[in-house]
């Protein structure tokens, strides 16, 4: 076995630990599930697209607002996604278990993504501006447990966390909360506040049968334009700006701020569905399922 192909198993080992921890968790007998609905694919593939939404919507308030950002970007724009998932700002509009949820399958897409690329022995992108993969698991895992570690107790030992980071974790978490806090603190609108420029929300034709599904599912959940009328309930824009889903041939999302245009292409909705897949073969799944 490769140093690669250990990691790879070491990293599924932690995620199933990890699931199965917050599935523990998660399910006190009786309690309804708002995702029971949701396959555990789409549960997976809907809530990496929720996370990407918001890391590129925190790009477009960190541009927009002007905030200033000690280390990379990328960083930071994780954090307030992984955040606003664990600890949502108001009353959201879903169920908070469904967050919850989609935190930890963004998790899950981390690792698969990570594994991916030491299946096909892909560089490691060590000069990238993203935390590599499985950096942005243990950023999510830690900040989940450092969110309520009596709640999350069986956690770091399940994800075999090191004792050091599982304690720095409530730490991690609060500092980050309190940075989240004081961005909305001084950047959201104010009682009173005229209102921003709008957001025109735009979906081209799907490419594939699968994307087209996945679209019907994102919009019957409203997942993007409930997302985006938050936005605009804390955020005015200076200009408007549109959101449009579209074929782009790679899997990406970008908020471009010269054209104001928020992408997500079709193919990362494939991309999802295929690690999806992926996910059904191993225990993951039945782990995370409803
Ligand atoms: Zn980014």
Same mark, same amino acid.
């Given at each position: 076995?490769?140093?690669?192909?250990? /990691?790879?198993?070491?990293?599924?080992?932690?995620i %199933?630990?990890m699931?199965?921890a917050?599935? %523990?968790?998660?399910s006190?007998p009786?309690?309804?599930? #708002?995702? $029971?609905?949701?396959?555990?694919?789409?549960?997976?593939v809907?809530g990496?697209? =929720?996370?990407?939404?918001?890391?590129?919507?925190?790009?477009?308030?960190?541009g927009?607002?002007q905030?200033?950002?000690?280390?990379?970007e990328?960083y #930071? *724009?994780d954090?307030?996604a992984?955040?606003l998932?664990? @600890?949502p700002? $108001?009353?959201?509009?879903? &169920?908070?278990?469904?967050?919850?949820?989609?935190? %930890?399958?963004?998790?899950?897409?981390?690792?698969?993504?990570?594994?991916?690329? #030491?299946?096909? *022995?892909?560089?490691?992108?060590?000069?990238g501006?993203? $935390?590599?993969? %499985? =950096?942005?698991?243990?950023?999510?895992?830690?900040?989940?447990?450092?969110?309520?570690? /009596?709640?999350f &107790?069986? +956690?770091?030992a399940?994800?075999e966390?090191?004792?050091?980071? #599982?304690q720095?974790?409530p730490?991690?978490?609060? @500092?980050?909360?309190?940075?989240?806090?004081?961005?909305?603190?001084?950047?959201?609108?104010?009682?009173?506040?005229a209102?921003?420029?709008?957001?025109?929300? @735009?979906?081209?034709p799907p490419?594939s049968?699968?994307?087209?599904?996945?679209?019907?599912?994102?919009?019957?959940?409203?997942l993007?334009?409930?997302?985006?009328?938050?936005?605009?309930?804390?955020?005015?824009?200076? $200009?408007?700006?549109?959101?449009?889903?579209?074929?782009?041939? =790679?899997p =990406?999302?970008?908020?471009?701020?010269?054209?104001?245009?928020?992408?997500?292409?079709?193919?990362?909705?494939d991309?999802?569905? +295929?690690m999806?897949?992926?996910?059904?073969?191993?225990?993951?799944?039945?782990?995370?399922?409803?």
């Amino acid at each position: 076995m490769s140093i690669d192909e250990e /990691e790879a198993t070491l990293v599924r080992r932690l995620i %199933v630990g990890m699931s199965a921890a917050l599935l %523990v968790s998660f399910s006190p007998p009786g309690q309804a599930q #708002a995702t $029971a609905a949701l396959s555990a694919p789409d549960d997976f593939v809907l809530g990496n697209l =929720q996370f990407v939404l918001l890391h590129e919507l925190a790009h477009l308030v960190i541009g927009e607002k002007q905030i200033p950002i000690l280390g990379s970007e990328e960083y #930071a *724009a994780d954090y307030i996604a992984a955040m606003l998932l664990i @600890r949502p700002r $108001a009353t959201v509009l879903v &169920a908070e278990n469904t967050l919850l949820r989609f935190a %930890v399958n963004t998790a899950d897409g981390f690792v698969i993504a990570w594994e991916r690329s #030491a299946e096909y *022995a892909s560089p490691i992108p060590y000069w990238g501006t993203h $935390a590599l993969n %499985v =950096q942005r698991f243990s950023t999510v895992a830690c900040l989940l447990y450092g969110s309520n570690p /009596e709640r999350f &107790a069986a +956690l770091p030992a399940l994800v075999e966390m090191p004792l050091a980071r #599982a304690q720095s974790c409530p730490r991690e978490y609060e @500092r980050a909360a309190f940075a989240v806090d004081w961005l909305f603190d001084t950047y959201a609108r104010k009682e009173g506040d005229a209102p921003g420029a709008a957001v025109e929300v @735009r979906f081209e034709p799907p490419p594939s049968r699968t994307s087209q599904r996945l679209l019907s599912l994102i919009e019957e959940r409203r997942l993007i334009r409930n997302t985006f009328a938050r936005l605009d309930e804390f955020f005015s824009l200076d $200009a408007p700006a549109t959101f449009v889903m579209r074929t782009c041939r =790679q899997p =990406q999302a970008e908020w471009n701020p010269v054209t104001r245009e928020l992408v997500i292409c079709y193919e990362l909705l494939d991309t999802y569905a +295929l690690m999806s897949v992926a996910r059904r073969r191993g225990p993951i799944e039945s782990l995370l399922s409803p």
